[in-house]
């Protein structure tokens, strides 16, 4: 239960992932101010699809972790990589850097 008055996010946002640069985990927070369906998207430099997650949560805060692994379960390269979270008609675009 939430109550009046708690932290609740105000808009959408997409949060700088921490640590960055890093190696082999990092986070990426998402704000949700009311309950969405949520995708967050990894794109490596060339623009091609690495790692999806997705979900449906209440509004809040909410925490991936990335384990620097494709959708196959390889780990990538590293090198730049590109992330899009998008949720009830916002988008956002952030750079983060792995490092081996």
Do not use: C
């Not at 939430?2 to 996010?9: D, R």
């Not at 794109?43 to 494709?70: C, M, P, Q, R």
Request: zero cysteines; glycine letters at 10%; a negative charge.
């Amino acid at each position: 239960m939430v109550a009046k008055g708690s932290n609740l996010p105000t808009g959408f946002e997409l949060g700088q992932n921490y640590p960055n640069p890093f190696n082999p985990t990092t986070t990426i927070e998402m704000s949700l101010p009311v309950a969405a369906d949520w995708s967050l998207s990894i794109y490596n430099i060339n623009g091609s699809l690495v790692k999806h997650f997705s979900g449906a949560n209440d509004a809040g805060v909410v925490k991936i972790e990335w384990d620097g692994t494709n959708n196959s379960g390889s780990q990538v390269a590293s090198g730049v990589y590109m992330y899009r979270f998008e949720a009830s008609g916002f988008s956002d675009t952030k750079k983060m850097i792995l490092l081996k």
